[in-house]
C-alpha cells in the first residue's frame, strides 16, 4: 500500500500538470482572498481571522481535488496496467487505500502554503497575535474531513472511465451535488433531513472552529462508502447480486448510525471565548417549544460597512446554534427597504412598531457614503410577536465597538426574546406606594417595559397600622418590592413588615434619595437648598450591610445641564458642565452591569458597605475624578460659570449602587418587635437586595405626548442606560434559571489594524500571491534534483 502511496505522489511531482494544478490553486486563493474586491477579501473585510479562506477553500476545492485524482485510475485501465496491479499479493482495498492516501496527502501539502494566511493575519491583528488560534485549528480540521470525503469521491469516478476528462467532470458534479445540492432540494421541499444529508450543513459549524461527532460521522461516512465502491469497482468481475445487497446494507447502516449519533454526540467549541456554544440557560428555553418560532431579521442589504457585515453573520450563526438545538427556530433575512417604491413606506411602519432604522457612515476607496439599516428582529410564536434589538448602544462607541457590544449581547438578545414568548409571566412585583414615592406617570416607561416580564401591581403599608400580619401575607405573595424614591419617613411597623418580607425570602430593590433635592427647584428659582432626608431607614440598611450617607456626589465625569441664555428674540439653549449628574461607566463584569451603556444620576448619594456576613457587590461608582459635597449646602445654577479646581476631586469611586446577597439577619434581631407575629423569623432564605443611591435613576422625562423614554435625555439627545441597568437589576433579582448571567459572558471581535493595513497593503498581498508559488518552485526544484540524482546513479 505504501508502495502505491508514494508511486502516486512521485508520479504526480514528476510531471508539470502536478505543480501547474497547485499553483492554480494557491493563485486562486491569493488573488481572491488578497487582491480582488469582494467578501472575500480579507484585508477590506477587516476582521482578523480566516473565515473568508474557509468559506472560499471548499468551491476551489471542488476543481482542485478531482483535477488530482482523475488519473488514480481512468489512467492505470488506459494503460492497461490495473489487470497487472491487481494480480499483486495486495487487497484491493489495499490498492484503494494507497491511490486515496496518495491523493490525500497531495492535497493536504497543497493546503500547508494557505498557513503563511494565518501567519499574515496574525500580524496585521490589532493587537498583533489576536488572531483566534483555536477557532483556526478546528476550521482547518474541517477543512481536511471536507478534503477526505472529495478525495474519496474523485477516487472513485475514476473508476467509471479510462477517460480523465470524463472522470474528472463526473467528480465535481458529484462534489456540487453532494455539497450544496441537497440544500436545493431541501428547500424546494421544506425539509431539515435532506438538508442534513448535504456535506455543506455538517462544513458549516466546522468552518467555524466546532467539531461536532456528528459532523465527523458523517464525513468518515461518505469518505468510507466511496472507498468501498471504488474497490468493488475496480474488480474485473464486477458487481454481483450478492455485493449489491451488501453495499445497499452498508448504506443503510451508515444512515442508522448517523441517525442515532443525532441523539448521542459530543461537541467541541474549539473558539478561544466559546462564543458558539450556546449557555444552557438559554437552551433550556426552548427546549419544549414543539410549534415554531418565526424569526424575521431586518438587518439585510448591500452596502454595509464591513462591522455591520459581521454583526450579520454573526446573527445568522447564533440562530443556526439555536436551530440547531430545537428545528422549530426558523429564521429568514429579509431587507423591508430593498424596494425603492415602497422604502419610505416600509420606514415608516417600522418606526411605528419601534424598529427604528440607523444611518451609518460607510468608508470605501477614500470615499464616504451613507447607508441605512434595520439593526431588529421579530419573533412570532402563538400570535405573539416582541421585537429583538440586534444593536447595543454605547455612548462614545466607535462603529467597531459598536458592534463589539452587539456581538457579545446577541445570546442575551434572542434568549430573552424567545423567553418572552414561551414562559408565562407567573413572578409579581409589587411598587410601594403611600411613603411619597415617585408617581406612575415618572416611571411610566419602566413600568411599560418590566410589565414584558412580570405581572405589576401597586402596594400600600398603610394598612400596617391597623393590622400588620394580614400586611405581611399580601406582601408575601410578591417575588419582588421596589421602592422608587421615597420621601417620605417609614414608621417602624412598616419596617418591620419590609423586614420579615425580606426573612422570608423575599427581593428589593431600593432607589433612595438621602438629600432632599430636585432640578425643578433649580429651574424654577436658580437656587436651592440641598438638605439631609429623614427615611427612618438608616439602622434598616446598617443591618444589611450598607448605610447610605446624607452627601452629594460631586463628579467631573458628568452629563452636561441645558439653559436658556440671552433674552428675547437672543435667547438660545446652551449646554453647561453639571457635576452633580455623575455619568457612569460600568467596568464590573456582573450581568447586571456587563456591557452596559453610560448611567446618569442626578444628585446621587454616597454609599459605604459595611462588614458582615452578606456578599457585597459594588455594581456602579462613580469616575476617579469626583469628590463628596456634604449637606446641608446651596446649589446654585451660577456653579456653572465656576472652574472646578482639580486637586479637590481626591476622593475617587464613590460607591452609588450596591448588590447584597445571601442570608440576611433581621433588623429587629434581639430588639423589641414593634408588634408580635405568629411566624417571625430572624434570619433570613438565600435572598438578594439592590440599593441605589438615587431615586431619579428611574424617572423618565414628561414630553407633550406624554413619558419620554427612560434614560432619554432631550436637551442633548443621548439615550443612556438606566432603562436596561434596571431591567438587568430586576431580572437578576427574579431569574432562578440564571438567564441574567449570559450578559457575563465576553466575546471579542478580533479587528485588523486599519493603519498598518492601509500602509503595508502592497507587501502582505505580495507575500500571500508570490511566496505560495515560490515555496511551490523551490520544492519542484529540489524535489526533481533529488530525483534526477537518484536515477542517474
Known amino acids: 500500500m505504501f508502495a502505491i502511496l508514494r508511486k502516486e505522489i512521485n508520479s504526480f511531482f514528476a510531471s508539470p500538470i502536478g505543480y501547474l494544478v497547485i499553483a492554480l490553486f494557491l493563485l486562486l486563493n491569493g488573488l481572491i482572498l488578497w487582491l480582488f474586491k469582494g467578501e472575500f477579501n480579507i484585508l477590506d473585510n477587516g476582521f482578523a481571522d480566516l473565515s473568508s479562506f474557509f468559506l472560499l477553500a471548499p468551491w476551489v476545492l471542488i476543481f482542485l481535488i478531482p483535477a488530482v485524482t482523475m488519473r488514480s485510475f481512468s489512467d492505470e485501465k488506459k494503460q492497461g496496467t490495473l489487470e497487472l496491479l491487481l494480480t499483486k499479493p495486495i487487497s484491493l482495498i489495499h490498492i484503494v487505500f494507497g491511490k486515496y492516501l496518495g491523493a490525500f496527502l497531495l492535497i493536504g501539502m497543497a493546503l500547508v502554503p494557505t498557513l503563511l494566511y494565518v501567519y499574515t493575519v496574525s500580524q496585521l491583528g490589532n493587537p498583533i497575535g489576536n488572531l483566534d488560534m483555536g477557532s483556526t485549528l478546528g476550521s482547518y480540521f474541517g477543512l481536511l474531513f471536507l478534503v477526505a470525503a472529495y478525495t474519496a469521491i474523485g477516487v472513485f469516478t475514476s473508476t467509471l472511465s479510462d477517460n480523465q476528462i470524463v472522470a474528472f467532470i463526473a467528480a465535481v458534479f458529484i462534489c456540487i451535488v453532494f455539497y450544496i445540492g441537497f440544500e436545493g432540494i431541501a428547500d424546494m421541499l421544506s425539509s431539515s433531513f435532506i438538508e442534513q444529508l448535504g456535506?455543506?450543513?455538517?462544513?458549516?459549524?466546522?468552518?467555524?472552529?466546532?467539531?461536532?461527532?456528528?459532523?465527523?460521522?458523517?464525513?468518515?461516512?461518505?469518505?468510507?462508502?466511496?472507498?468501498?465502491?471504488?474497490?468493488?469497482?475496480?474488480?474485473?468481475?464486477?458487481?454481483?447480486?450478492?455485493?449489491?445487497?451488501?453495499?445497499?446494507?452498508?448504506?443503510?447502516?451508515?444512515?442508522?448510525?448517523?441517525?442515532?449519533?443525532?441523539?448521542?454526540?459530543?461537541?467541541?467549541?474549539?473558539?478561544?471565548?466559546?462564543?458558539?456554544?450556546?449557555?444552557?440557560?438559554?437552551?433550556?428555553i426552548i427546549d419544549n417549544v414543539n410549534s415554531p418560532i418565526l424569526v424575521d431579521v431586518f438587518l439585510e442589504g448591500d452596502g454595509f460597512p464591513s462591522e455591520f457585515r459581521r454583526l450579520q453573520l454573526e446573527t445568522k450563526q447564533i440562530l443556526e446554534e439555536f436551530s440547531a438545538h430545537n428545528k422549530n427556530i426558523v429564521f429568514h433575512f429579509i431587507n423591508p427597504i430593498a424596494n425603492e417604491t415602497s422604502r419610505d413606506a416600509n420606514i415608516q411602519k417600522l418606526n411605528e412598531r419601534g424598529l427604528t432604522p440607523m444611518q451609518l457612515s460607510v468608508e470605501e476607496n477614500g470615499k464616504s457614503s451613507q447607508a441605512v439599516i434595520i439593526p431588529w428582529a421579530l419573533a412570532s410564536f402563538n400570535n405573539v410577536t416582541v421585537k429583538i434589538p440586534l444593536i447595543k448602544n454605547k455612548i462614545g462607541a466607535t462603529q467597531q465597538e459598536l458592534v463589539n457590544h452587539s456581538v457579545q449581547h446577541l445570546e442575551y438578545a434572542f434568549a430573552d426574546g424567545f423567553s418572552k414568548l414561551v414562559n408565562p409571566r407567573n413572578k409579581k412585583i409589587a411598587f410601594l406606594i403611600g411613603n411619597?414615592?415617585?408617581?406612575?406617570?415618572?416611571?411610566?416607561?419602566?413600568?411599560?417595559?418590566?410589565?414584558?416580564?412580570?405581572?405589576?401591581?401597586?402596594?400600600?403599608?398603610?394598612?400596617?397600622?391597623?393590622?400588620?400580619?394580614?400586611?405581611?401575607?399580601?406582601?408575601?405573595?410578591?417575588?419582588?418590592?421596589?421602592?422608587?424614591?421615597?420621601?417620605?419617613?417609614?414608621?417602624?411597623?412598616?419596617?418591620?413588615?419590609?423586614?420579615?418580607?425580606?426573612?422570608?425570602?423575599?427581593?428589593?430593590?431600593?432607589?433612595?434619595?438621602a438629600v432632599a433635592m430636585e432640578k425643578d427647584s433649580?429651574?424654577?428659582?436658580?437656587?436651592?437648598?440641598?438638605?439631609?432626608?429623614?427615611?427612618?431607614?438608616?439602622?434598616?440598611?446598617?443591618?444589611?450591610?450598607?448605610?447610605?450617607?446624607?452627601?452629594?456626589?460631586?463628579?467631573?465625569?458628568?452629563?452636561?445641564?441645558?439653559?436658556?441664555?440671552?433674552?428675547?428674540?437672543?435667547?438660545?439653549?446652551?449646554?453647561?458642565?453639571?457635576?452633580?449628574?455623575?455619568?457612569?461607566?460600568p467596568e464590573s463584569h456582573h450581568p447586571v452591569v456587563n456591557n452596559l451603556n453610560l448611567v446618569k444620576f442626578d444628585f446621587a448619594n454616597q454609599i459605604d458597605t459595611l462588614k458582615n456576613d452578606i456578599q457585597k457587590t459594588v455594581l456602579l461608582k462613580s469616575s476617579v475624578l469626583s469628590k463628596i459635597d456634604g449637606t446641608p449646602r446651596e446649589i446654585s445654577l451660577e456653579m456653572t460659570g465656576e472652574e472646578p479646581d482639580p486637586q479637590l476631586y481626591n476622593n475617587p469611586h464613590q460607591n452609588l449602587a450596591v448588590l447584597l446577597e445571601g442570608e440576611f439577619t433581621s433588623v429587629y434581631n434581639n430588639r423589641i418587635k414593634p408588634f408580635s407575629l405568629s411566624k417571625e423569623r430572624n434570619k433570613s432564605k438565600p435572598t438578594k437586595m439592590i440599593v441605589i443611591a438615587d431615586g431619579d435613576v428611574i424617572k423618565n422625562e414628561l414630553g407633550k405626548n406624554g413619558p419620554i423614554e427612560l434614560g432619554f435625555d432631550r436637551s442633548s439627545g443621548q439615550l443612556y442606560g438606566n432603562k436596561e441597568f434596571l431591567l438587568n437589576a430586576v431580572n437578576y433579582l427574579l431569574d432562578d434559571n440564571g438567564l441574567i448571567n449570559i450578559r457575563s459572558k465576553e466575546i471579542e471581535v478580533s479587528f485588523l489594524d486599519y493603519k498598518k493595513v492601509a500602509s503595508e497593503k502592497t507587501k502582505w498581498q505580495l507575500i500571500n500571491i508570490l511566496l505560495p508559488l515560490v515555496i511551490l518552485g523551490v520544492f519542484g526544484f529540489i524535489f526533481n534534483f533529488y530525483r534526477k540524482k537518484k536515477y542517474a546513479n
Open 199 to 284: 456535506m455543506n450543513a455538517h462544513y458549516k459549524s466546522m468552518s467555524r472552529g466546532i467539531l461536532d461527532t456528528r459532523d465527523i460521522l458523517y464525513f468518515l461516512s461518505i469518505t468510507l462508502f466511496f472507498i468501498f465502491l471504488t474497490s468493488k469497482r475496480i474488480t474485473t468481475k464486477g458487481i454481483h447480486k450478492k455485493e449489491a445487497t451488501f453495499i445497499i446494507g452498508l448504506l443503510i447502516g451508515l444512515f442508522a448510525i448517523n441517525a442515532i449519533s443525532s441523539n448521542y454526540y459530543g461537541r467541541f467549541d474549539l473558539t478561544s471565548d466559546k462564543r458558539y456554544t450556546i449557555s444552557e440557560a438559554a437552551l433550556s
Open 436 to 513: 411619597g414615592e415617585l408617581k406612575g406617570r415618572y416611571i411610566e416607561d419602566f413600568l411599560k417595559t418590566v410589565s414584558e416580564y412580570y405581572n405589576l401591581a401597586p402596594f400600600t403599608l398603610d394598612s400596617v397600622a391597623s393590622n400588620p400580619e394580614r400586611t405581611l401575607d399580601q406582601l408575601k405573595d410578591f417575588d419582588l418590592i421596589v421602592s422608587a424614591k421615597p420621601t417620605e419617613a417609614f414608621t417602624e411597623n412598616e419596617k418591620f413588615v419590609l423586614d420579615q418580607f425580606t426573612m422570608s425570602g423575599g427581593k428589593s430593590l431600593w432607589l433612595i434619595d
Open 522 to 585: 433649580l429651574y424654577n428659582t436658580g437656587k436651592s437648598v440641598a438638605i439631609g432626608r429623614d427615611l427612618n431607614l438608616t439602622d434598616f440598611f446598617f443591618k444589611y450591610g450598607v448605610r447610605i450617607n446624607p452627601v452629594l456626589v460631586n463628579d467631573l465625569y458628568s452629563a452636561p445641564i441645558t439653559l436658556a441664555i440671552g433674552e428675547g428674540s437672543e435667547a438660545r439653549f446652551q449646554q453647561f458642565p453639571w457635576f452633580y449628574s455623575p455619568l457612569v461607566n
